[in-house]
């Protein structure tokens, strides 16, 4: 079993849900609290032993690339000025020389499109994918816990959440059956299935364990659902040749790929902060009584 040493990030998506800003600014980089959203996805990744980070960019997203290299310019006067806490700051989330690559999806042709440019920054290991948009927040990153099931069952990995029934027609659906370690073993995948038909409530949220095979799959899968090509299908076709297994995450997960998923990622991180819960609780409680007003 090999290490899953890389992870890949998809952010060459247009962030249309939040122009104007995006007009300026990729939609990875608007901040939670005080860090880009990428920057959490990152650190879930960094937590989990990821060695390598692969990002799948496009148009416009030079300053991701500018965000993780050194800003020689800024240290200097950090350090003139004697700003050791900032300073300290960039260096702990600065990643080492090599460690990063950018390579570029130049058509939006969906997200297995967008996983198959990074077939050969990846090469023929598995491969950790997260999905920047979804940040989630638990005392143990989602990817660490994969990793352990990985660990015991090898093959593909996908995190899922509980959904509601009533809601199983909006997300990939997978089917649950024996345990396995930390998680169990999916005995099917369905996409946005009617209600009342989805062989379970879980739904895929975010966070992948991948082989190199899928990349195979991917060079040849027709367009699916809104005219893209979809990873969902290909990971259909994987599965008919090797296992896949879930993980259910337990902790919450905030969808910052919309407005109201990035305003409740924003409320949540900052009552999570010790330096800002304090001096924000009380507004939020009376900015939300007077909104019920």
């Not at 069952?153 to 899922?160: F, Q």
């Not at 060079?219 to 969902?232: D, P, R, S």
Request: hydrophobic share 40%; net charge negative; with cysteine.
């Amino acid at each position: 079993m090999k290490k899953v040493r890389k992870a890949v990030f998809p952010v060459a998506g247009l962030g249309t849900r939040f122009l104007p800003a995006t007009k300026a600014v990729p939609k990875e980089m608007l901040t939670v609290v005080d860090k880009p959203v990428l920057q959490y996805v990152v650190d879930e990744a960094i937590e989990a032993g990821i060695e390598h980070l692969i990002f799948v960019t496009g148009r416009n997203k030079a300053v991701i690339e500018d965000y993780f290299d050194i800003q020689f310019e800024l240290n200097d006067t950090l350090n003139r000025r004697g700003k050791k806490a900032e300073l300290a700051l960039l260096d702990a989330i600065q990643p080492k020389a090599g460690t990063t690559s950018f390579t570029r999806q130049q058509e939006p042709l969906g997200l297995g499109h967008a996983v198959w440019c990074a077939r050969e920054l990846v090469g023929d290991e598995p491969f950790a994918l997260l999905l920047p948009d979804m940040i989630m927040q638990s005392d143990k990153g989602c990817l660490a816990s994969m990793m352990e099931l990985y660990a015991t069952s090898g093959g593909n990995i996908l995190s899922v959440e509980e959904c509601d029934p009533a809601e199983v027609n909006k997300y990939g659906i997978v089917g649950r059956a024996a345990d396995v370690g930390n998680g169990f073993r999916i005995d099917g995948m369905v996409e946005k299935p009617p209600v009342g038909q989805a062989p379970s409530n879980l739904s895929i949220s975010g966070r992948y364990i991948l082989q190199p095979e899928i990349f195979e799959i991917l060079a040849t899968q027709e367009k699916g659902a809104g005219n893209e090509i979809q990873l969902t299908d290909g990971m259909l076709k994987l599965a008919n040749a090797q296992d896949f297994y879930g993980y259910v995450f337990k902790g919450r997960t905030f969808d910052c790929g919309n407005k109201e998923g990035f305003v409740r990622a924003n409320v949540a991180f900052a009552l999570a902060r010790e330096d800002v819960r304090g001096k924000v609780k009380g507004d939020i409680a009376a900015m939300v009584s007077a909104a019920g007003n």
